[in-house]
């Protein structure tokens, strides 16, 4: 039951945050996901509906990289080449619900790094 009631409200923030942020083709949107296992991060426009980018622990060259901080930080850096490799100057970052704090923080600050504006 408390289980249930947690993905919920985890639902509830993510509506609320979704409403205000917004990507387009210019600006898009950053969603970055955390499970126990894998961080998935894509780049989105959604005026078209369309993923214009995504990276994950999934993929091979990050198939070691764990999702805590350190993990974080590489996939971001790595996720912020790849935008600017694509020509893209600004994006708006999407949190998923989650507290901007530790992994989320440092996922955001890579990006930063890299040249991104958000």
Same mark, same amino acid.
């Given at each position: ?22 990507? =387009? ?8 996901? *955390? =499970? ?14 369309? =993923? ?5 622990? =999934?993929?091979?060259? *990050? ?29 708006? *970052? ?25």
């Amino acid at each position: 039951m408390k289980l249930s009631k947690k993905k919920e409200l985890v639902q509830k923030r993510r509506w609320r945050i979704r409403k205000k942020v917004v990507g =387009t083709a210019e600006r898009p949107r950053v969603a970055v996901r *955390f =499970t126990n296992k894998n961080i998935h991060a894509q780049c989105i426009d959604d005026s078209k509906g369309h =993923t214009l980018l995504s990276l994950a622990t =999934t993929h091979a060259d *990050f198939k070691k990289l764990l999702p805590n901080v350190d993990g974080s930080k590489n996939l971001g850096s790595a996720f912020g080449e790849k935008i600017k490799a694509s020509g893209l100057e600004s994006i708006v *970052f999407d949190r998923s619900g989650r507290k901007y704090h530790g992994c989320v923080k440092a996922f955001a600050d890579s990006l930063r790094e890299q040249g991104l504006k958000f």
